[in-house]
């Protein structure tokens, strides 16, 4: 290839060169640039002069033909044309879209060749009409509905307990993908039948898989290699959780007024310090100092003070609960 | 494990939803009732499917896009055939990539070892093609057989032969199935360098159209070889070792031996299976010459075949049939009788056994009509079904059929067959890519002939070029058919597919276009596109170095240009008349002079009279009369005139 191209230069330039019919040194010189401009016009590849290229035999180059948008009827099937997920091909998708920055106040550039075009994901294998005929055609895949789970109240209450994993699909030599090990088990507590310490004790074996606001419980588990493993993992994690918070452990009477969950008013600083000051205030005269307690506790006020210390202990502080407070302690200590 | 027994737990089942990401896991139970609902939950059972079904069915909503390239190329106008010629070129050579590829991962396993295909694709890896057992065991034997190794298996055999060791009967007929079906030389894949060599020096040798490689590299069943040799040494020969002979004679063309080896069998009182007579059968034009010989050998093969109590299956009435074609007076009749028989049998006939009924009845063209009979009743029994390929002659069928419809100019039948080959999956039995091509020209003739040019152009947005590339001749059939429609206006659009179809270096088809555009006038707008197109065959024409313009296109063109009023291009055309030694015709000078009469050039006039006194033409005395008739001249110019007035009279 090289060598015709070299022969092709310096016949040329023997072409030029008697035709310039200057001085010799000049005439070289304007040689020597003809071909210059010779070998970068061949370079560039355009056909200068149609004569000269059949002479030395070279054959046409190839031209792309018309992109076939041109042939694309306006009322075609598009499903036929993007099929499925592929690139974008700026030759088959007859809209006059651009994409990228417009240089130097310029316009974004065209779609012919266009990188950025190509680079993001395209949804256009997946137009309306195209996912109401992948419906139609999935459709014998299914079955029926069963009529009688027509709400989420009653699908809660007949299945309350739901797992989720996800299947993934991409190109590469490899079909699989480790993030389809993954399953969610999602419960609520409230469809588990649970007294009062089973309550607490499984949300203190749970932690933060328990979500307050919608009382559900949930497990993920990854730690085996497959999906089905980590299903069967998931399930025994809910029935181990389940039996381990109806049994009570010996241990458990050990619990310190750390370990609770709630703050109970009974036995607390705050219950002897009320009593304390209410037995210095001498509101009940008479009796010994137990039944001076008792009966101070029973007093209205005093169970008023008990409700509003608890509710700013557990809810937190808030207006109301503050000034629910307020008035406790202003009807206790009579001011 | 959870709901037996477990009266404190609600139902712990799972529910059974189809929407993305929820797992359908589920127990194969029908009905699970709860506790207190009003009506029981039915739980359906759930469906099963194989692997790809779900990619199947989403296959089957999507249709066919007319405008695609063929699916094995890339999707780009640069990059995708434009014409048949390229077409073969381009998949060729993918072929023949992919054939190397193959060849040198098979030649250097060490270098593949790694598997990074997730789950494993066998095809992908390197196949054992080299042995690796070297001693002479039987064990070796059939190792060399499965690797189609046939040179070094009858090496191997003699060895075995010579050092006494026994070797089994399956193995032997294993052996002698490979000689016979490769003809005693190694299969192609073997030897790839020298062959190809070896082709194209065949390739050369014969320019004529070669359809497939096979038919340059037909092997002959020489004299002697070691499949004979063998046989002749074996101590026991039963039916299958004649089988396997007597069918690799018949491929390769020894059928008076196959016949003889026959008789043979014969008198070993043993009995031949389906596939042997099925072989002899199709031996038969090679050793009887006249018709009623063969039919009756025929005859008596089909009757051993009772005799002996092997039940014929399709391939064997296939080849009856394929005898029968060529019978001439009794073809129909038995033909006809066969096809009775394969029915009373219980065989369902294949398209090859329509193939050779139609051609059986198949006179010649005159007698159109009667032809077009029997392919009618075929096409209504067959109407809707969708088959499988079982014969290697079904591919025949479409074709043949198609130019019975052409011969027979009946264009409901050649739509009838269209929807034959739209059904299902019976596209694939058009063959391949030459097939396929000879089909779809036949149609196309057959359209352009017969129906309006509105549907024409229809089927020809819908089949060029996805389906097939146009001949020069199926483009003059669709110029033909756009004349007799008078829908020239459309011939600007079909000189582009013309271009990009590679036609453009053409002489009669370009002429034929142009002849076509400058036969009338048209409106205004239609001329201007008309002199546009010209102008760009003007301009494709002249690139291509070794086109000879003919003096009728030069002067169409010119026509064309005048036509539109573009009156500077139209002189340039005539100096390429000079150029070109050709010579325009006198109707074509006398249109330029009264174009430069309205133009008011007389200048222009002068030339054009002084042009074709150059070129000796007898209109020079004529238009230099009307020259000095119709302009107004200066004393210079009318003296050359007198010249060429006076010059051009004698020659007259």
Redesign the interface.
């Known amino acids: 290839m090289s060598a015709s191209y070299s022969r092709v230069l310096l016949s040329l330039g023997r072409l030029n060169f008697p035709r310039l019919g200057l001085q010799k040194l000049t005439g070289r010189f304007t040689y020597a640039t003809d071909l210059n401009t010779n070998s970068s016009s061949g370079k560039s590849k355009g ?1 200068p002069e ?2 000269k290229r ?2 030395f035999g070279r054959r ?1 180059k ?7 948008t041109e ?3 306006v009322d ?2 598009w ?3 993007y ?1 499925s997920a592929t690139p974008f ?1 700026s ?2 998708v007859p809209l006059p879209v651009r994409m990228g920055y417009p240089v130097q106040r310029g316009i974004p550039p065209e779609k012919k060749g266009n990188l950025e075009l190509i680079k993001i994901p395209n949804f256009l294998h997946l137009t309306p009409v195209a996912i109401k ?2 419906c ?3 459709k ?5 509905w ?4 027509d709400s989420d109240a ?2 809660d ?11 993934y699909v991409s190109a590469g ?4 993908n480790p993030s389809a090990r993954i399953v969610h088990l999602r419960v609520k507590l409230s ?3 649970l007294d009062d310490h089973a309550q607490k004790k499984m949300l203190k074996l749970v932690g933060e898989r328990y979500c307050k606001a919608t009382d559900i419980l949930t497990i993920t588990t990854s730690s085996c290699p497959l ?1 089905r493993q980590n ?1 069967d993992y998931a ?1 025994y994690l809910l ?1 181990v959780l ?1 039996h381990e918070s109806w049994k009570t452990e010996a241990w458990e009477a050990e619990m310190t007024v750390a370990d609770m969950e709630e703050y109970s008013w009974e036995g607390s600083p705050s219950q002897k310090n009320i009593l304390d000051i209410l037995l210095r205030m001498k509101v009940e005269a008479e009796g010994d100092a137990d039944e001076v307690r008792e009966k101070l506790l029973v007093r209205k006020d005093v169970e008023e003070y008990r409700d509003s210390v608890m509710r700013l202990k557990n809810e937190g502080e808030n207006e109301s609960s503050m000034l629910q407070y307020k008035e406790a302690v202003k009807k206790v200590l009579n001011m | 494990m959870l709901q037996s027994g477990q009266e404190c737990l609600v139902n712990i089942e799972l529910p059974y939803t189809l929407g993305f990401g929820w797992t359908p896991v589920l127990r194969q139970q029908a009905a699970e009732t709860s506790k207190e609902s009003t009506e029981s939950i039915v739980i359906p059972t759930k469906k099963t499917w194989n692997k790809e079904a779900v990619l199947q069915a989403l296959a089957s909503s999507v249709s066919r896009d007319p405008t695609a390239y063929p699916y094995q190329f890339q999707d780009d106008p640069y990059l995708t055939p434009r014409s048949y010629a390229e077409f073969q070129l381009f998949s060729l050579s993918q072929e023949s990539g992919r054939a190397t590829a193959k060849y040198i991962v098979n030649s250097n396993p060490k270098f593949f070892t790694k598997d990074f295909a997730e789950p494993h694709i066998p095809c992908l890896m390197p196949e054992t093609v080299l042995l690796r057992l070297e001693e002479v065991t039987e064990e070796a034997l059939k190792e060399r057989i499965s690797l189609r190794k046939v040179k070094a298996a009858v090496d191997m055999y003699d060895q075995l032969l010579q050092s006494g060791t026994a070797v089994s009967k399956e193995t032997i007929h294993d052996l002698l199935d490979l000689i016979c079906f490769y003809c005693d030389k190694d299969p192609v894949q073997e030897e790839a360098p020298e062959l190809a060599d070896t082709v194209r020096d065949e390739l050369k040798r014969r320019k004529g159209r070669f359809r497939r490689a096979s038919e340059l590299l037909k092997l002959t069943w020489k004299e002697n070889n070691s499949a004979e040799r063998i046989f002749n040494l074996l101590p026991e020969r039963d039916a299958r070792c004649y089988s396997a002979l007597i069918r690799g004679m018949v491929k390769h063309g020894a059928y008076a031996k196959a016949f003889n080896m026959y008789t043979d069998l014969l008198n070993n009182k043993l009995t031949a299976d389906v596939h042997t007579f099925n072989a002899l059968i199709s031996a038969v034009t090679g050793v009887r010459e006249t018709y009623n010989e063969r039919w009756a050998l025929i005859t008596e093969l089909l009757n051993q075949m009772t005799q002996q109590k092997v039940r014929p299956n399709l391939l064997t009435f296939n080849s009856v049939l394929k005898v029968l074609r060529y019978y001439g007076y009794f073809s129909k009749t038995q033909a006809l009788q066969t096809l009775n028989e394969m029915k009373a049998i219980g065989i369902a006939p294949s398209l090859a056994t329509f193939d050779h009924i139609c051609a059986a009845f198949y006179k010649s063209v005159s007698s159109g009509s009667s032809n077009s009979d029997i392919l009618q009743e075929v096409m209504t029994e067959l109407a809707g079904r969708s088959f499988t390929c079982q014969d290697p002659d079904d591919v025949l069928f479409f074709s043949s059929a198609m130019k019975i419809c052409l011969n027979g100019k009946d264009l409901e039948l050649g739509y009838t067959v269209q929807s034959l080959v739209e059904v299902g999956e019976n596209w694939k039995l058009l063959g391949d890519s030459y097939q396929q091509s000879i089909y779809y020209g036949r149609f196309f003739t057959l359209l352009c002939m017969m129906e309006h040019i509105d549907v024409v152009l229809k089927w020809y947005r819908w089949i060029i070029p996805s389906l097939y590339y146009p001949s020069s001749l199926g483009m003059s059939d669709l110029l033909q058919a756009l004349d007799t429609d008078s829908r020239l206006d459309l011939l600007p659009t079909i000189w582009k597919d013309i271009r990009s179809l590679g036609h453009d270096n053409k002489p009669d088809l370009v002429e034929m276009l142009l002849g076509l555009m400058a036969r009338d006038s048209h409106s205004p707008e239609v001329q201007e596109s008309f002199a546009l197109c010209a102008l760009d065959v003007k301009t494709v024409v002249d690139e291509k170095p070794r086109f000879v313009w003919s003096a009728l296109s030069l002067s169409y063109i010119t026509t064309l240009l005048l036509r539109a009023n573009r009156t500077e291009e139209a002189w340039k055309m005539l100096q390429l008349f000079k150029s070109n030694n050709r010579v325009p015709s006198e109707g074509l000078l006398g249109n330029f002079l009264s174009v430069c009469h309205s133009e008011g050039s007389s200048q222009k006039a002068i030339e054009l009279v002084q042009l074709s006194a150059t070129l000796c033409l007898s209109a020079t005395g004529k238009l230099a009369k009307q020259a000095l008739a119709d302009f107004k001249l200066t004393e210079k110019q009318r003296a050359i005139l007198f010249d060429l007035e006076t010059t051009g009279e004698p020659s007259e």
Do not use: W
Request: net charge positive; hydrophobic share 30%; aromatic share 6%.
């Open positions: 056909l149609g004569k059949g002479q046409n190839r031209i792309a033909g018309p992109p076939r042939k694309m009827p075609q099937d499903a036929a044309v099929p091909r030759n088959s005929k992948h139609e055609a999935l014998p895949f299914c079955t029926e069963p009529s009688a789970l009653e699908c209450k007949h299945f309350p307990v739901k797992v989720k994993s996800t299947d030599p490899s079909l699989r469809s588990l039948n999906r299903y399930m029935t389940y």
